[in-house]
């Protein structure tokens, strides 16, 4: 069982280019969600998914966008990559029914310069 | 706005002394109250998690306290060990649907 696993690890962008931080999970989990965490400011929402073809914003959504095709990945894709972008960014995923935790992967850092 | 307010930031303890963090919110209508732990270099994990139909919650050394009519609810963690040293992060959600953070508290246990 690998959980929660997001790739790349690190990623170097320049201003104005696009990527797509990849996530997959093999637990089944229904739920996925992208958070960034920025020092000090704990981790922020940006999209969800409660199941295959259904996507929603969450707290900070601008600048991203998301598809979840199939129940295991949930890529999540910067357009226009900004520094304001600069963060750590986790995916994780819960099989959405009472009492169930995230769980999360080890992370994506990325750099805008 | 944020939805949970955590406190404090940072915070060092002892060797076998009590650690406490603190959170706070705002929406009645959240129902699970979990906190995660954080190593350098890894995602959070599920610590121990609370329902607000108790008042107290209790795992090993972990406990945490809430207060529904204050809305807050705090960590405990009893005879801290070096090993504990992470940072810390309350959540709340409702229905366990989306997630809402702390800020998040960075804890170092000195040996």
């Known amino acids: 069982n690998a959980g929660v696993t997001q790739t790349p690890k690190f990623r170097i962008l320049k201003i104005g280019q696009s990527m797509t931080l990849q996530c997959a999970q093999d637990m089944n989990h229904n739920y996925m969600y992208w958070y960034r965490q920025d020092p000090g400011m704990g981790l922020k929402l940006i999209y969800y998914s409660v199941g295959a073809g259904i996507t929603d914003k969450g707290e900070v959504p601008n600048g991203y966008n998301v598809s979840r095709s199939t129940t295991e990945d949930f890529p999540l894709r910067l357009e226009l990559a900004a520094p304001s972008q600069t963060s750590v960014y986790f995916c994780?995923?819960?099989?959405?029914?009472?009492?169930?935790?995230?769980?999360f992967g080890n992370g994506t850092r990325l750099t805008v310069t | 706005q944020q939805q949970v307010k955590q406190s404090p930031q940072s915070l060092i303890v002892q060797k076998g002394g009590i650690s406490i963090i603190n959170c706070a919110y705002e929406?009645?209508?959240?129902?699970?109250f979990p906190w995660y732990q954080q190593f350098p270099g890894k995602g959070p994990a599920l610590l121990i998690a609370i329902r607000p139909d108790v008042s107290e919650k209790k795992e090993g050394r972990f406990t945490i306290s809430f207060n529904k009519s204050a809305k807050q609810f705090s960590l405990h963690i009893m005879d801290s060990q070096p090993g504990d040293s992470a940072t810390y992060f309350c959540a709340a959600s409702k229905a366990f649907n989306k997630f809402y953070f702390g800020s998040g508290t960075k804890l170092n246990v000195k040996p």
């Open positions: 929406n009645t209508a959240f129902d699970y």
């Open positions: 994780a995923s819960s099989p959405g029914t009472a009492n169930s935790p995230l769980h």
